[in-house]
């Protein structure tokens, strides 16, 4: 069997694979980082969506043995060691961006993405059209569109904390 | 420095506690939960329709690597597990009960609709069990299908079941007849219109899962299941199916990624790797893909209906009249029968005094997935007939659409109100909601809108609708005498430990909903316990009394007033404790957020004074009062709560591509007292989300063969962040007036006020094209049909 080696949320990792395994079958199954989920079998939903070298990638969708050598950074990763959170969770949890919790860390690793694509600021359009790969069934986005133009102020240095929500 | 602590109790907008976890990925559902030695299994699914199963050959599947078992239906059989059970028993017309078909956990003998459990392997990965159903030999004999109500009910049509004549479930019936025929010999108006309310499929993110387990030296079985309501589907599988007694069987529904009904009921796979995992003496587990989702899952809504209302000449509604069909699927699901006709046919009046109401509906079986309750189940049904009615009425009586509902909404002074369809209303303000969403709206400016879009080439349109839905399900005795068998009642328990903190029992599901948040909010509110501390177990029936679970808006309504009496009981057991304390007469103990005081003086103990010394019962009146600070209710409500309000669409339509986009969407919802306001305006906005889905981009395709067109999230349009816009939420209040609360509900309002405001929008939209009425969802390609018709029939 296949043998592949990756760095996960900074920890080195060396698995054996069959060929047809998937990246989020490695990391859920062998790693067992349940963060990362699966929700469809189209790679519609953006679920089980991580960094692959920084870059948001759908690990359904990604064989495992093709994550050799990269640095992959799951939701599990974002958090600081003393448990302060990312802007980005920090935002979806001040504006309610999430319900039932399942599509959100897709949701929050495709955001930062996104984000960090823009260097110059989103527009509300831009930040729907750049969720066009996941999808939530609970939220309607109307809270998560807000969440991610908070987070973006944030991650651009425009604030030093996310903006309080409204409510 | 003695900083005040932020207020956090009803009325709050507290952040989440459950969304630390959500946040970081430590969220446990069901297929994060992981055993050691666990087996996987993988169900064979029926690719026809409708067949016979002349053989099934399990030889090859079980010679694969990695295979511990292939089961049948024939080995079910053997072990005489029981078929699945409906929950609700309707009658016809005539008396005599529905009629109810077995319905096997695998079947046997026939296949009913594409996705049918037809066998199951278990292996030791879930790519092995995979492998080996594929190598499952079924040798099928493959029948007509009656793939659609149409079909179903044409005279010779296949029979889904061969003992159910004409694929009737039932006839059934609500109101007097002769008494409906008098007032429409009266009407100086009748306005008849057929809808179609399309079927839709619930799609949750979290696809189902399931795993048991059986433990050999106990005799114990566990299953972890993706449900809305542990406790039922212990009772159901463990009277009815495996015949497991429910002291030796434990249901754990972890964190659910969504439910909107869908994880209600009680499913075959649940039933399966319980009964798998006893026979191989291992943790079984299952996890659907999302395409066994989408033909396994129970679908919603499905729905062919004639109403025709009777009006005098002033627009006063006289009577209304209703026929349905309604699609039960291929067999009967946990809840379905009460969907078209008590969640349906009662909420027929809606916001208006109508005085005369008869609705009867034919329930039908076809060769498709069953349908049970979705999101608002039977009440959005009933509000799109009744909301699409008034506008056609409005049009063809020359009365403003607006003024006509107006002049037929039932008087403020009228509550508590009566409906001829058994339902009685304690409180609304449906002018009130109305006119705050006019308002919010800007109705009055629509035209102005209309004329600047026009410029841009874009036809524009608003829609209102307003609604009432009833919810906080339900009195026991009332659904019990309309065929439930099932209490709807629910529990709470308060246990306050020594030093103060709180652990609440609650036997309501959280699968979204935030309940984590709003219900340690009611003990901060009323107890003065900081949501901090205090912890809310739920999902458990290990841990938690016999509770119903969450559906039918139910949580805060029921369960939330099971725990207000809880606290109740503690404060009452607490001031006794107080009154020995601060030796007092219990008479004169006043309780406030946290505070026992001696009235009219400044002797006072804290709660963690009380706590203490009733687990410390050094200096206590053992002979009058028990230790311990535990206190569990049972609250069983007096009604059902009746939400209801005014939802406003605007949309723009593309005449290029006959594309639909929503450009406002106001809504002003009457849910009653509301605990958080950041977590209520999140369910409408989510609820009417799903409503637009369904009046702008879902629907539920099968060919005539009874294939399933839209089986893929690439088939099924679910809506997307930019096939949205910002969704404007406002509450009115009124009080619920017979919950401790005054709560009424808010989890479905959004999914059913909001489909009949889009589409009023989308036919106003297309005013100069002559479109009396349009099935949902209004497609870009049935709008450009529409305008490239009505542009050649101009031309002509």
Known sequence: MPQVTLTVNGQAHTAEVEGRTLLVELLRETLRLTGTHVGCDTSQCGACVVHINGESVKSCTTLAVMANGADVTTIEGLAKADGTLHAMQEAFREYH??????????????????????????????????????????????????????????????????????? | ?????????????????????????????????????????????????????????????????????????????????????????????????????????????????????????????????????????????????????????????????????????????????????????????????????????????EPRAAMGEFDRTSGDYTLHTTSQNPHVIRLLMGANVLHIPESKLRVVAPDVGGGFGSKIYHYAEEAIVTWAAGKLGKPVKWVADRTESFMSDAHGRDHVSNAQLALDANGKI???????????????????????????????????????????????????????????????????????????????????????????????????YQTPVALQYDSGNYTATLDQALVAADWAGFEARRAEAAGRGKLRGIGCSTYVEACGIAPSAVVGSLGARAGLYEVGTIRVHPTGSVTVLT???????????????????????????????????????????????????????????????????????????????????????????????????????????????????IDEIEPGLEETAFYDPKNFTYPGGCHIAEVEICQETGKVSMVNFTAVDDVGRVINPMIVEGQVQGGIAQGIGQALLETCVYDADGQLLSGSMMDYTMPRADDLAPISVATHTTLCTHNPLGVKGCGEVGAIGSPPAVINAVVDALRDFNVRTLDMPATPAKMWQIINGGRRQAAE
């Open chain 1, 97 to 167: 961006a999430l319900q039932c919790g399942f599509c959100t860390p897709g949701m929050v690793m495709s955001a930062i993405d996104l984000v960090q694509k823009h260097p110059d600021g989103l527009t509300e359009q831009q930040i729907r059209e750049g969720l066009e790969g996941n999808l939530c069934r609970c939220t309607g986005y109307h809270n998560i569109v807000k969440a991610i133009a908070a987070a973006a102020d944030v991650m651009h240095g425009k604030r030093s904390e996310i903006a309080r929500a409204a409510q």
């Open chain 2, 1 to 205: 420095m003695n900083v005040a602590a932020p207020f956090e109790g009803i009325g709050a907008s507290v952040r989440r506690k459950e969304d630390y976890r959500f946040l970081q990925g430590r969220g446990a559902y069901t297929d994060d939960f992981n055993r050691q030695g666990q087996l996987h299994a993988w169900i064979l699914r029926s690719p026809h329709a409708h067949a016979r199963i002349r053989s099934v050959d399990t030889t090859a599947a079980a010679g694969m690597p990695g295979v511990v078992a292939v089961f049948t239906g024939a080995d079910m059989a053997r072990d005489n597990i029981g078929g699945l059970p409906c929950g609700w028993q309707i009658h016809n017309k005539d008396g005599s009960p529905m009629a109810e078909p077995p319905h096997p956990v695998i079947a046997h003998d026939k296949v009913r609709h594409v996705g049918d459990q037809v066998a199951v392997a278990i292996a030791a990965t879930r790519e092995q069990a995979r492998d080996a159903a594929e190598a499952i030999v079924v040798d099928y004999d493959v029948l007509p299908a009656a793939a659609t109500i149409d079909a179903a009910v044409k005279p010779g049509a296949p029979a889904v079941h061969d003992d159910v004549a004409g694929n009737l479930c039932y006839d059934w019936h609500i109101g007097d007849k002769a008494v409906m025929e008098a007032a429409f010999a009266q009407a100086a108006k009748v306005v008849s219109l057929d809808l179609v309310n399309n079927r839709l499929i619930p799609n949750a993110m």
């Open chain 2, 318 to 416: 006289l009577a209304l009249k209703v026929h349905t069909y309604a699609n039960m699927g291929a067999y009967l699901s946990t809840f379905a029968p009460c969907v078209p006709t008590y969640l349906y046919a009662t909420l027929l009046a809606g916001t208006y005094s109508t005085p005369v109401i008869y609705c009867e509906v034919k329930a039908i079986f076809t060769n498709t997935v069953p349908v049970d309750a979705y999101r608002g189940a039977g009440r959005p049904e009933a509000t799109f007939l009744l909301e699409r009615l008034m506008d056609v009425a409005a049009q063809e009586t020359g009365i403003d659409r607006v003024e006509l509902r107006r002049r037929n909404f039932i008087p403020n002074d009228a509550f508590p």
């Open chain 2, 507 to 621: 036997g309501s599901h959280s699968h979204g909903q935030g309940h984590e948040t709003t219900f340690a909010q009611l003990v901060a509110d009323k107890l003065g316990v900081p949501t901090a501390q205090v912890d809310i177990v739920h999902g458990d029936t290990a841990k938690v009394p016999f509770g119903m679970g969450t559906y039918g808006s139910r949580s805060l309504a029921v369960g939330g007033s099971a725990m207000m009496k809880a606290m109740d009981k503690i404060i009452a057991k607490g001031k006794r404790i107080a009154a020995h304390l601060m030796e007092a007469s219990v008479d004169d103990i006043e309780f406030e957020r946290g505070t026992f005081r001696v009235a009219g003086t400044d002797r006072t103990k804290a709660l963690v004074d009380i706590s203490v010394a009733a687990y410390v019962p050094h200096n206590y009146p």
